[in-house]
């Protein structure tokens, strides 16, 4: 199994989807550190009651300094044998010293059907936009904010009734659902790089699609 840090902000629960998923001895990731940058995440008490190592390295001791930030955070995930990092309401930017640190090894989920709405407050955009279609991407980070080849989409209808609430709470519960389907198909070498695209082994090409 595949060692797997997850990379928080604030409550986790795409975090814990991910733990869920990776309690079945099957699954080909083992979730064996969760990070926070912020030490009041409420994800960091939920992972450790699961007897998971957890970490924080708070932005905040680092004035600015980005670059001194992400090199304790990659001595740490290499000290711990990290293999693979996914990032789940992580809500610092990258600068290319990780990403290129831990290229087509870092995953993300971002609350909307790229490219569309990249950035934040993106229910709110979708309802100003008025798009009937609505969802979430997992996608292997790259330089760019919220971009990098895409491993699985999962969409929701956008109802004339929707509050933004009500929208991210949909949104949600297919985050939760793509998330771990999008780790096992990278942990298990099925989802790989190929130019800017994700390539799936045949086998696993339809479960992509699904939500
Ligand atoms: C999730 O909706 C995730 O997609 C989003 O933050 C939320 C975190 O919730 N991520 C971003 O907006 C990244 N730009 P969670 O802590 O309950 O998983």
Redesign the pocket.
């Known amino acids: 199994r595949k060692k797997v840090a997850v990379l928080?902000?604030?409550?986790?629960?795409?975090?814990l989807s991910l733990i869920s998923a990776a309690q079945d001895p099957a699954f080909p990731a083992e979730i064996a550190l969760v990070v926070s940058n912020n030490p009041d995440a409420g994800?960091l008490e939920r992972a450790a009651g699961f007897g998971i190592e957890t970490a924080v390295l708070d932005h905040r001791n680092y004035k600015g300094n980005r670059e001194a930030f992400e090199r304790d955070m990659d001595a740490l995930l290499r000290s711990r044998g990290i293999e693979l990092i996914a990032?789940?309401?992580?809500?610092r930017l990258l600068t290319p010293f990780l990403v290129n640190a831990w290229k087509n090894r870092m995953i993300?989920?971002?609350?909307a059907l790229l490219p569309s709405f990249k950035?934040?407050h993106?229910h709110e955009r979708a309802l100003e936009t008025g798009v009937r279609l609505h969802g979430?991407t997992v996608h292997f980070v790259s330089a760019e904010m919220?971009d990098g080849p895409i491993i699985i989409q999962g969409a929701v209808p956008v109802l004339d009734s929707d509050t933004p609430e009500s929208l991210?709470a949909r949104?949600?519960t297919v985050?939760h659902k793509i998330y771990p389907r999008a780790l096992a198909l990278v942990a298990s070498g099925a989802a790989s790089v190929s130019g800017h695209k994700v390539v799936l082994s045949r086998e696993d090409a339809d479960l992509a699609g699904q939500t």
């Open positions: 928080i902000s604030g409550r986790g629960s795409n975090m994800g990032l789940a309401g992580f809500m993300n989920i971002h609350p950035g934040l993106t979430a919220d991210g949104v949600l985050e």
